[in-house]
């Protein structure tokens, strides 16, 4: 069982570090269809720099061993920016097609996060630190 939630783990969170480094560069460097997207979404284009780092730094936490709280806030941080994301293609009337890719990045964010290995939870570090 523990191999096997490994896997999924491992290739959840890889899936999800490639979605949102791309998404994360794609923002970054302002490519004209994402920046006609956030134009139409309704938000100003410095919003896709912020996303744009944020999202690259947080595959970086996810992907290095140990800090634990960071990852948590990372998890929560995709989940957020995505649902956002739905939101906001439901807000202005877009069609279902739009919300592919955010909802798949949603369902990845989730199974990463919970098919992380003990090592990489943030109870488990406390209770490591305790024994210590």
């Given at each position: 069982m523990e191999k096997r939630n490994r896997i999924i783990y491992w290739i959840a969170t890889i899936w999800l570090a490639l979605g949102m480094t791309s998404t994360g560069i794609v923002q970054i460097i302002k490519m004209k269809e994402e920046a006609d997207m956030m134009t139409h979404l309704g938000y100003p284009d410095y919003f896709?720099?912020?996303?744009?780092?944020?999202?690259?730094?947080?595959?970086?936490?996810?992907?290095i061993p140990r800090f634990p709280l960071l990852k948590e806030w990372t998890y929560a941080g995709f989940f957020f920016a995505m649902s956002g994301a739905v939101f906001s293609h439901l807000a202005v009337g877009d069609a279902a097609k739009d919300l592919f890719g955010p909802v798949l990045l949603i369902v990845l964010t989730i199974v990463s996060w919970y098919f992380r290995p003990a090592e990489r939870?943030?109870?488990?570090?406390q209770h490591l630190t305790k024994a210590m």
């Open positions: 896709m720099t912020i996303i744009g780092v944020w999202k690259i730094l947080g595959v970086v936490v996810l992907l939870r943030l109870i488990a570090s």
